[in-house]
Nanobody, 124 residues
């Protein structure tokens, strides 16, 4: 069983930056596609970003391109989501997930493990 623990969520103002972290419990992380998803109140979960096990493939949903950056530190079993130029509409619970495959990375159902999430609130 793999445990994913997110941290870094906070209350920030529009335009601010925030970095989320997701640490996996063991080294399965090193071969897994890691994804970030979010869910705002009253809305469906949505894909935010993903990074391949090697770190060479990265995918972002359009509405975060140029503002968010995903990265990973294999030595620390940790994936990061750097969020810059934050907007009130970025308010959501953000959670990370781990998958065996890069394919279908935008679908949460393809991920084998997921964390509990961390709350991000952006005030206007």
């Amino acid at each position: 069983q793999v445990t994913l623990v997110e941290s870094g969520g906070d209350l920030v103002q529009a335009g601010d930056s925030l970095r989320l972290s997701c640490t996996a419990s063991r080294r399965v992380f090193s071969v897994s596609t890691m994804g970030w998803f979010r869910q705002a109140p009253g809305k469906e979960r949505e894909f935010v970003a993903a990074i391949s096990g090697s770190g060479t493939l990265i995918d972002y949903v359009d509405f975060v391109k140029g503002r968010f950056t995903i990265s990973r530190d294999t030595a620390k079993n940790t994936v990061y989501l750097q969020m810059d130029g934050m907007k009130p509409e970025d308010t959501a619970v953000y959670f990370c997930a781990a998958a065996q495959s890069w394919y279908h990375r935008r679908s949460l159902s393809q991920y084998d493990y997921r964390g509990q999430g961390t709350q991000v609130t952006v005030s206007s």
